[in-house]
């Protein structure tokens, strides 16, 4: 909560950079590419996410005279890089894949063409909001694929790593198919549907559980009925025996299993309501649970009608992070290489097309943006002189519609949890290829591990 520059949010050596840069008087277009090396082990595809607060923050980028006072102050930068700070704003070109596109390793989520110094400074906070919202909407992605339809709602609030984390994560979630979000900020902010039963302590506060339900639907009568306090069947029970009570007027609309073993209990809570005449009262999951814990449930006929995901999707905690990299691929009109051990870069300014057969992908090629290839361009100018195109006027309902379109197209095994057998195929352009092994020969003396 902490009041700083947002032009700040950056690392030290980006500035030092920037001096450097101004000091040797380089300012023509590099282009930045924004990638990632290699998928984490149990994905098949990522889900690409963030661009709406990247382009946002670009479009507002600037240096306030706070920011500018707390530079000088560390006795490290020339006056005369200062006062030039007091001009700066982002005025390059921006390209990327639309939110909501599944990508695959080493194609650009987006490159930057801008004067060096601008495309340099803004690596830190194009990795971070691009990092966090991409690692976790892919998650969630294979959590609403294990739910087989089932709604899916986002508990993850409380564990998820900060505030910012904590409302990007719900954005992130619902473009990726998570029905609604317990986080009430992210609903204001995003318009995500906002979903909620009641807590232990509401329970554990009254004397009597039956009393506790029967004062909570009183307020909310359409509630769902957290039933695992003490006893998870005795609370179905006394659930049954509140809606026999209130006959007509009982709209209680579900139960909550929160512990145990949540099949066997779905399995019996079903028979104890469907024989009490609740057969519209629904069973509602949560505690603990992942993407491998749903599949199983869901594969083994749990009647189960939706899920509560917390921390284990809040913070992806079997694939916390990913291998990307925001690198200079172009400078000055020439193509840039990297050739460190296990971090060699594909140079230039790219393209991705997806070639689909009988509306399937069946691979992607990585080419130069200048290629004319079979199949259909995934990167689009989201940004022109430093201001949004209309392609980058990002709206959440239509990623998350996006999400669902994507998704159906690609390869069934893709979808699967398990690792696909064989990957995804993506191909480099034959003139994307040429131009790496040209650098390559060229820089061959040079390498260095890094």
């Known amino acids: 909560m902490s009041a700083f520059s947002p032009a700040l949010f950056t690392d030290l050596y980006e500035l030092t950079m920037l001096e450097a840069y101004a000091a040797d008087g380089m300012a023509e277009v590099g282009t930045f590419s924004l990638f990632v090396r290699r998928l984490p082990e149990r994905r098949n595809f990522l889900i690409a996410c963030g661009l709406e607060e990247v382009l946002t923050f670009l479009e507002t980028l600037r240096f306030d005279?706070?920011?500018?006072?707390?530079?000088?102050?560390?006795?490290?930068?020339?006056?005369?890089?200062?006062?030039?700070?007091?001009?700066?704003?982002?005025?390059?070109?921006?390209?990327?894949?639309?939110e909501g596109t599944p990508v695959f390793p080493d194609e650009p989520l987006l490159e930057i063409d801008a004067p060096i110094a601008e495309g340099q400074l803004v690596e830190t906070f194009v990795m971070n909001q691009i990092h966090l919202q991409t690692v976790l909407a892919?998650?969630?992605?294979?959590?609403?694929?294990?739910?087989?339809?089932?709604?899916?709602?986002?508990?993850?609030?409380?564990?998820?790593?900060?505030?910012?984390?904590?409302?990007?994560?719900?954005?992130?979630?619902?473009?990726?198919?998570?029905?609604a979000?317990?986080?009430?900020?992210?609903?204001?902010?995003?318009?995500?549907?906002?979903?909620?039963?009641?807590?232990?302590?509401?329970?554990?506060?009254?004397?009597?559980?039956?009393?506790?339900?029967r004062a909570f639907t009183r307020v909310y009568p359409e509630t769902i009925v957290l039933v695992d306090t003490y006893d998870t069947l005795d609370g179905v029970r006394k659930v049954i025996a509140l809606c026999h009570a209130l006959g007509p007027d009982c709209r209680v609309r579900g139960v909550r299993l929160d512990s145990g073993d949540l099949g066997d209990l779905a399995r019996e809570t079903r028979r104890l309501l469907d024989a009490a005449g609740l057969r519209g009262v629904t069973i509602f999951a949560s505690g603990g649970l992942d993407e491998n814990e749903i599949a199983r449930l869901v594969a083994g006929g749990a009647p189960i009608d939706g899920f509560g995901v917390g921390t284990d999707m809040a913070v992806s905690r079997d694939a916390p992070s990913l291998d990307i990299a925001y690198k200079l691929v172009e400078y000055a009109g020439r193509p840039r290489v990297k050739l460190s051990t296990g971090k060699v870069l594909l140079p230039g300014r790219k393209q991705v097309w997806r070639v689909e057969r009988d509306g399937s992908a069946d691979h992607d090629v990585l080419g130069r943006r200048d290629d004319r290839?079979?199949?259909?361009?995934?990167?689009?100018?989201?940004?022109?002189?430093?201001?949004?195109?209309?392609?980058?006027r990002v709206d959440l309902p239509s990623a998350r519609a996006r999400v669902r379109d994507e998704l159906s197209r690609l390869p069934r095994r893709l979808r699967a949890l398990e690792p696909a057998a064989p990957p995804y195929d993506v191909r480099v352009s034959p003139a994307l290829g040429r131009e790496r092994a040209r650098l390559q020969s060229a820089h061959a003396g040079d390498q260095v591990s890094s």
């Open 373 to 392: 290839l079979e199949g259909r361009t995934l990167l689009q100018q989201v940004m022109a002189g430093g201001r949004r195109t209309e392609a980058g």
């Open 181 to 213: 979000t317990s986080n009430v900020a992210a609903g204001q902010a995003y318009g995500i549907p906002l979903a909620g039963t009641m807590a232990h302590s509401y329970i554990q506060a009254h004397d009597d559980e039956l009393e506790a339900f």
């Open 65 to 98: 005279e706070p920011g500018v006072t707390y530079l000088r102050s560390l006795g490290r930068f020339s006056e005369t890089f200062l006062r030039s700070l007091a001009s700066f704003s982002f005025t390059g070109d921006v390209y990327a894949v639309p």
């Open 138 to 179: 892919s998650k969630a992605a294979r959590v609403v694929e294990a739910a087989h339809g089932r709604q899916v709602v986002d508990f993850g609030l409380r564990r998820t790593h900060g505030i910012d984390a904590g409302l990007k994560s719900a954005r992130a979630f619902h473009l990726a198919g998570v029905d």
